[in-house]
T-cell receptor, first 110, second 112 residues
Framework: QKEVEQNSGPLSVPEGAIASLNCTYSDRGSQSFFWYRQYSGKSPELIMFIYSNGDKEDGRFTAQLNKASQYVSLLIRDSQPSDSATYLCAVGGGYSTLTFGKGTMLLVSP | SQTIHQWPATLVQPVGSPLSLECTVEGTSNPNLYWYRQAAGRGLQLLFYSVGIGQISSEVPQNLSASRPQDRQFILSSKKLLLSDSGFYLC???????????FGDGTRLSIL
């Protein structure tokens, strides 16, 4: 049984700060990793995906992957109140199925 | 561009009634399709996935079934709903292996 673990939070950061969201996974053979943002009552929205060890940057978002430690993180620079949401970490499996963590709630205060 | 449609957006059903939720994808062919459920305070649970017409894989034994009658149509059904079937049902698609999934707007199902 694949497992994806996230701290449920809430993670509270002031506006303009860096938010750091973390995720660990159990299947050492996993090859693809995804971060989704989910606003309350809405469906998940893809933020980032990463396949190789290291960092991948897209605007204010940076995904970090360390396969040896089975660890994925998402950094959000210059956090805005509009970033307040639940962030879901997902790990890819066969036929592009995803195993999701339960999510970390991020609160960005003005 | 590709779009995914789910309906209805909300649904209130009595216990024991049947269910049919539909999902369609536009702008692509032969997508992989997925049904998830998100219960209150819980994570997204994969229910079914399909890699082609008539091909359905079930991840969790339960009171639900899925069908894919056409390439871009995915249907979630139940003959008799249980209280435990309440939740937020999400359809997703991906063009292929290791590609990100994209979600529809979801159906919020309440069972009375």
């Amino acid at each position: 049984q694949k497992e994806v673990e996230q701290n449920s939070g809430p993670l509270s950061v002031p506006e303009g700060a860096i938010a750091s969201l973390n995720c660990t996974y159990s299947d050492r053979g996993s090859q693809s990793f995804f971060w989704y943002r989910q606003y309350s009552g809405k469906s998940p929205e893809l933020i980032m995906f990463i396949y190789s060890n290291g960092d991948k940057e897209d605007g204010r978002f940076t995904a970090q992957l360390n396969k040896a430690s089975q660890y994925v993180s998402l950094l959000i620079r210059d956090s805005q109140p509009s970033d307040s949401a639940t962030y879901l970490c997902a790990v890819g499996g066969g036929y592009s199925t995803l195993t999701f963590g339960k999510g970390t709630m991020l609160l960005v205060s003005p | 561009s590709q779009t995914i449609h789910q309906w209805p957006a909300t649904l209130v059903q009595p216990v024991g009634s049947p269910l049919s939720l539909e999902c369609t994808v536009e702008g692509t062919s032969n997508p992989n399709l997925y049904w998830y459920r998100q219960a209150a305070g819980r994570g997204l649970q994969l229910l079914f996935y399909s890699v082609g017409i008539g091909q359905i894989s079930s991840e969790v034994p339960q009171n639900l079934s899925a069908s894919r009658p056409q390439d871009r149509q995915f249907i979630l059904s139940s003959k008799k709903l249980l209280l435990s079937d309440s939740g937020f049902y999400l359809c997703a698609w991906t063009p292929g292996s290791n590609q990100p999934q994209h979600f529809g707007d979801g159906t919020r199902l309440s069972i009375l």
